[in-house]
Nanobody, 123 residues
Framework: QVQLVESGGGLVQAGGSLRLSCVVSGQSFSTLLMAWFRQAPGKEREFVGCNLRSGGTQYYANSVKGRFTISRDNAKNTAYLQMSSLNPEDTALYFC????????????????WGQGTQVTVSS
C-alpha cells in the first residue's frame, strides 16, 4: 500500500518562505512521477508543479514559476516543495501526489495522494 505523508506547512508572513516535505512508502520511489497540488477554499484543486522520476526535470504552474522549487531525494523517498516570496494568494491546502505516468499535470491521473498540509500566508 502506497502512503504519502506531507509535513512542513504553517503560518508565514507575506514574503516569507516554507519548505514542504512528502515521504513516500510502499512503492519504489524512483519509479514515481511526483507532484504538488493545492486547493484554496472555494476553489478547485490546481497543479503547482511536478518532478520527473530522475529528478532532473521539473515543470511549474505559471503562478509559482520563479518562486517555488520542486526537488526529490530518491535515496530518502522524499519529495520537497521549497516556496519563497509567498503571498496571501498562495494560502491553500497543499497536497503531494504520485503517479506511475511519465508526465502529467492532470490530478485525475495521479494514483496516490497525501492528506494535505495547510499553508497560510498573512499579509
Amino acid at each position: 500500500q502506497v502512503q504519502l505523508v506531507e509535513s512542513g506547512g504553517g503560518l508565514v508572513q507575506a514574503g516569507g518562505s516554507l519548505r514542504l516535505s512528502c515521504v513516500v512508502s510502499g512503492q519504489s520511489f524512483s519509479t514515481l512521477l511526483m507532484a504538488w497540488f493545492r486547493q484554496a477554499p472555494g476553489k478547485e484543486r490546481e497543479f503547482v508543479g511536478c518532478n520527473l522520476r530522475s529528478g532532473g526535470t521539473q515543470y511549474y504552474a505559471n503562478s509559482v514559476k520563479g518562486r517555488f522549487t520542486i526537488s526529490r531525494d530518491n535515496a530518502k523517498n522524499t519529495a520537497y516543495l521549497q516556496m519563497s516570496s509567498l503571498n496571501p494568494e498562495d494560502t491553500a491546502l497543499y497536497f503531494c501526489a504520485a503517479s506511475t505516468a511519465y508526465y502529467t499535470i492532470r490530478s485525475d491521473q495521479y494514483d496516490y495522494w497525501g492528506q494535505g498540509t495547510q499553508v497560510t500566508v498573512s499579509s
